[in-house]
T-cell receptor, first 115, second 118 residues
Framework: AQSVTQPDIHITVSEGASLELRCNYSYGATPYLFWYVQSPGQGLQLLLKYFSGDTLVQGIKGFEAEFKRSQSSFNLRKPSVHWSDAAEYFCAVGLTTDSWGKLQFGAGTQVVVTP | GAGVSQSPRYKVAKRGQDVALRCDPISGHVSLFWYQQALGQGPEFLTY????????KSGLPSDRFFAERPEGSVSTLKIQRTQQEDSAVYLC????????????????FGEGSRLTVL
């Protein structure tokens, strides 16, 4: 069965420190991969996506992610975290190659940023 | 409007009541999706519209759930005879492009409608 796993439910990071959020997927075909962020009182916002090509993807707000086919992973990174990065982050996979909007989401990782 | 608008933002229903949740997508957006997000979980796909056509409703959990988008703009998700397990945040998302072969792959989400069934 297809699945998206975010192993870390909760991460605490100091402001200015680096951040890495893990995402693993189980999917037969070449997936469409996404990272979304959900801040309190706001809708989900797309950070970045991977469809094909360069496996290192740059996104908004200084985030990047790397697709590693051999590890079935699409980890999200940011070199220096800001207090405004505190939010919940969701990794998602496009379920079918002809319907990328039909997404399967992971359970999310809550990020807390400390001073 | 500037973004996807959902109403009501909060709805409390007694078990057995019918509810209707509305989504106003971004003007001109072709694709519209409904997702259900239970507490502590990621969103789960419910259904998808391209204009007024409902192309995929495979995620609707039961025949108590019904969605429509009659004019290809506003959409309504209706839940009949609500049950406690229906308690969740219902998210609507829209995209300028068709969900097949789209170039940007970006969904724009509303803030959601939180349904609590007592």
């Amino acid at each position: 069965a297809q699945s998206v796993t975010q192993p870390d439910i909760h991460i605490t990071v100091s402001e200015g420190a680096s951040l890495e959020l893990r995402c693993n997927y189980s999917y037969g075909a070449t997936p469409y991969l996404f990272w979304y962020v959900q801040s309190p009182g706001q809708g989900l916002q797309l950070l970045l996506k991977y469809f094909s090509g360069d496996t290192l993807v740059q996104g908004i707000k200084g985030f990047e992610a790397e697709f590693k086919r051999s590890q079935s992973s699409f980890n999200l990174r940011k070199p220096s975290v800001h207090w405004s990065d505190a939010a919940e982050y969701f990794c998602a996979v496009g379920l079918t190659t002809d319907s990328w909007g039909k997404l399967q989401f992971g359970a999310g990782t809550q990020v807390v940023v400390t001073p | 409007g500037a973004g996807v608008s959902q109403s009501p933002r909060y709805k409390v229903a007694k078990r057995g009541q019918d509810v209707a949740l509305r989504c106003d997508p971004i003007s001109g957006h072709v694709s519209l999706f409904w997702y259900q997000q239970a507490l502590g979980q990621g969103p789960e796909f419910l259904t998808y519209f391209q204009n007024e056509a409902q192309l995929d409703k495979s995620g609707l959990p039961s025949d108590r759930f019904f969605a429509e988008r009659p004019e290809g703009s506003v959409s309504t998700l209706k839940i009949q005879r609500t049950q406690q397990e229906d308690s969740a945040v219902y998210l609507c998302a829209s995209s300028l492009e068709r969900a097949s072969g789209g170039l940007t792959g970006e969904l724009f989400f509303g803030e959601g409608s939180r349904l609590t069934v007592l």
